[in-house]
């Protein structure tokens, strides 16, 4: 009996010892600290060169080159080390109790230039009263408490955003436009500002190719491609910003990219289920929840299929009479908030129209398809996207109120008579190009752009041939005050007694 249990004792010490050895060794074969799991946001971050069969696949503009794909804007000059004290901030601020479990505010937002209407009395609001004694504000100039922020002016952020003195991502661009210059804006969310530590944003890359263009045409044109979309925003945040900041650049065309932020199926189906959103079978569970601490865990996870986790049943109400394929896009009941989107959108085509500029609504791409399988590991925040923050809608309903949504799009730009950029058309349904099931690794946003020069080419050509491009611009004057007030510091106690 003593040898029998000795045996077992000794065979048990030697699979745990032979576990723990192989978690080490899988997690060094990962890039992983041996002691700490560190599970990868997006092991699918594809490179450039990854993306060349898919360029291939696809029309490309006369007189653009392929090799201008691979070649990266120049260095941006306004690029500085950011200031020490906002470093030691962003590493303080985690630690500081105001951001218990339960309280709202995320630190990276202590950075940002909060809308003074939108702050209100810091005490009171919902959002703001979490944040730690200060922030940053300004006034908007039409009083209103939307957009809620802008980004910091003429600055390089701890996470790397890189600001031109307009508070937008990218490189300096003077206010006033200099003879022979055609004058882009893009406007949108998280699709547009991009995540901050990625090194471009999409329009980066179009200017950086459209001045190519221009040099091998020998065109007398210069390109200012300006990046004006932020985080989070809404179609109403947009049209403010339009507003207020795009419309005294004086841009020949705005370019609209969003459709995420606003996308509600809840607008549609009929008693929203509750549940937790879980994968199916319970080994499949258990792995998703070992994986958090174990490489081998995780090894293992990644050999289960990702299939679409399970849902509960809903009914979708379609509004009586509306015609998916062809959609009225003046009905006030279209799904997804697409009434409330073309309100906003018309309000931007008529303060564009003032200062002569145009609009182009984009397509918006989802990675999303009826049956999609993903790899669970290599793809988790893909997967988690649909199944977590999406539940309890199935990929189906997804796909198909995505398509509806730029069916309206593409309707509204030929209703109105403006150029339609057809992102969703081209960009491919590939999981190594998203860092979720809307956002894009850095290659996928260099392809998306390289999606949109193909079709902002026509549409340039078109207005050189007629002379409407580029244009004679009245002179400008003196930049508006939101672009020449500095913001303000305001601070607050909202746990005095």
Sequence with gaps: MRNFLGNVLLTLVSVLVCAGLAEIIVRVIDGQSPVRLVLPENAGNVGVDTTAGHIDRMPRAAGVEREWFFSDPPPLPNRTPAPKEWV?????????????????????DIFKVWNSAFVGDPCKHSYIKSAPGKLYVYDPPDGQARPTFRFMPSTTLPDGLVTNAFGFRGRPVPFARSPKTIRIVFVGASTVAEIHEFPFSGPEHIENWLNHWAAARKLDVRFEVLNAGRESVHSMDIAAIVRNEVAPLRPDLVVYYEGGNQLNLATVVKEVPKGEPLPAGGLARWLRQAA??????????????????????????????????????????????????????????????????????????????????????????????????????????????????????????????????????????????FSDAIHNTPAGIRLRAWIQLQQLVPIIEKKLASGAWPQDVPTMGDPPPIFSTPPRLITFNCKAP
């Design 88 to 108: 030691d901030l962003e590493a303080q601020i985690p630690l500081q109790p105001t951001f218990a479990a339960g309280e709202p505010f995320i630190p990276r």
């Design 292 to 433: 958090a601490y174990s490489a081998l865990a995780r090894r293992a996870e990644g050999l289960m299929v990702g299939s679409e986790w399970p849902k509960p049943d809903y009914e979708i109400v379609w509004p009586k009479g509306l015609d998916e394929q062809d959609p009225d896009i003046t009905r006030p009941d279209l799904p997804v908030n697409l009434s409330i989107i073309i309100r906003n959108l018309d309000a931007i085509r008529a303060d564009l129209a003032k200062v002569n500029g145009e609009l182009s609504v984009a397509s918006f791409h989802w990675l999303v398809k009826d049956g999609m399988v993903l790899n669970s590991v290599q793809h988790k925040p893909i997967l988690e996207t649909l199944n977590i923050r999406y539940f309890p809608y199935r990929y189906r309903d997804l796909e198909r109120l995505t398509a509806f949504e730029n069916r309206v799009f593409a309707k509204y730009n030929a209703v109105h008579g403006l150029p339609f950029i057809d992102v969703a058309r081209y960009m491919p349904y590939d999981p190594n190009l």
